[in-house]
Protein backbone atom coordinates (compact mmCIF):
# COMPACT_ATOMS: atom_id res chain seq x y z
CA UNK A 1 0.00 0.00 0.00
CA UNK A 2 0.84 3.51 -0.79
CA UNK A 3 1.23 5.87 2.11
CA UNK A 4 -0.80 8.84 0.45
CA UNK A 5 -3.35 5.42 -0.17
CA UNK A 6 -3.69 5.44 3.52
CA UNK A 7 -3.59 8.75 4.01
CA UNK A 8 -6.36 9.91 1.75
CA UNK A 9 -8.66 6.96 3.18
CA UNK A 10 -8.03 8.02 6.72
CA UNK A 11 -8.91 11.42 5.38
CA UNK A 12 -12.13 10.32 4.35
CA UNK A 13 -13.18 8.54 6.60
CA UNK A 14 -12.23 11.07 9.39
CA UNK A 15 -14.42 13.22 7.13
CA UNK A 16 -17.01 10.76 7.18
CA UNK A 17 -16.83 10.20 10.84
CA UNK A 18 -16.71 14.03 11.73
CA UNK A 19 -19.82 14.25 9.73
CA UNK A 20 -21.82 11.50 11.62
CA UNK A 21 -20.88 13.38 14.50
CA UNK A 22 -22.39 16.62 13.13
CA UNK A 23 -25.54 14.80 12.13
CA UNK A 24 -25.91 12.79 15.64
CA UNK A 25 -25.57 16.54 17.26
CA UNK A 26 -28.22 18.45 14.92
CA UNK A 27 -30.91 15.41 16.14
CA UNK A 28 -29.66 15.96 19.69
CA UNK A 29 -30.36 19.84 19.40
CA UNK A 30 -33.35 20.05 17.48
CA UNK A 31 -35.09 16.97 19.97
CA UNK A 32 -34.18 19.18 22.89
CA UNK A 33 -35.40 21.87 21.28
CA UNK A 34 -38.80 20.49 20.19
CA UNK A 35 -39.14 19.04 24.19
CA UNK A 36 -38.29 22.56 25.38
CA UNK A 37 -41.33 23.89 23.23
CA UNK A 38 -43.75 21.64 24.18
CA UNK A 39 -42.38 22.00 28.40
CA UNK A 40 -43.27 25.63 27.58
CA UNK A 41 -46.52 25.57 26.20
CA UNK A 42 -47.67 22.64 28.53
CA UNK A 43 -46.65 25.67 31.48
CA UNK A 44 -48.53 27.89 29.51
CA UNK A 45 -51.28 25.88 29.51
CA UNK A 46 -51.16 24.87 33.26
CA UNK A 47 -50.90 28.65 34.23
CA UNK A 48 -53.68 29.83 32.29
CA UNK A 49 -55.85 27.19 33.64
CA UNK A 50 -55.15 27.90 36.98
CA UNK A 51 -55.42 31.91 36.37
CA UNK A 52 -59.02 30.94 34.79
CA UNK A 53 -59.87 29.09 37.52
CA UNK A 54 -59.14 31.53 40.15
CA UNK A 55 -60.76 34.14 38.26
CA UNK A 56 -63.61 31.90 38.30
CA UNK A 57 -63.66 31.55 41.92
CA UNK A 58 -63.27 35.25 42.73
CA UNK A 59 -66.28 36.30 40.24
CA UNK A 60 -68.44 33.96 41.72
CA UNK A 61 -67.98 34.32 45.04
CA UNK A 62 -68.68 38.08 44.63
CA UNK A 63 -71.61 36.80 43.04
CA UNK A 64 -73.18 34.37 45.36
CA UNK A 65 -71.73 37.13 48.18
CA UNK A 66 -72.55 40.86 47.42
CA UNK A 67 -71.65 43.75 49.64
CA UNK A 68 -73.56 45.96 51.13
CA UNK A 69 -72.50 48.44 48.37
CA UNK A 70 -73.32 46.09 46.21
CA UNK A 71 -76.70 44.89 46.67
CA UNK A 72 -79.17 44.93 43.68
CA UNK A 73 -81.77 48.06 43.99
CA UNK A 74 -84.94 47.93 42.72
CA UNK A 75 -84.98 49.92 39.30
CA UNK A 76 -87.13 53.10 39.84
CA UNK A 77 -87.76 53.55 36.13
CA UNK A 78 -91.20 53.01 36.25
CA UNK A 79 -92.66 53.10 40.32
CA UNK A 80 -96.45 52.55 39.93
CA UNK A 81 -95.77 49.35 38.75
CA UNK A 82 -96.25 47.79 42.13
CA UNK A 83 -99.86 46.43 41.84
Known sequence: MDVSTV???LTFL???GI???IFL???L???T????AGAAHLA???FTALWNRLRMAEVTSHRSKPGRDRETLRAKAFPN???
Open 44 to 46: ALT
Open 29 to 31: IFT
Open 81 to 83: LDH
Open 14 to 16: LTL
Open 33 to 36: VLML
Open 7 to 9: ALN
Open 19 to 21: GFL
Open 25 to 27: AHI
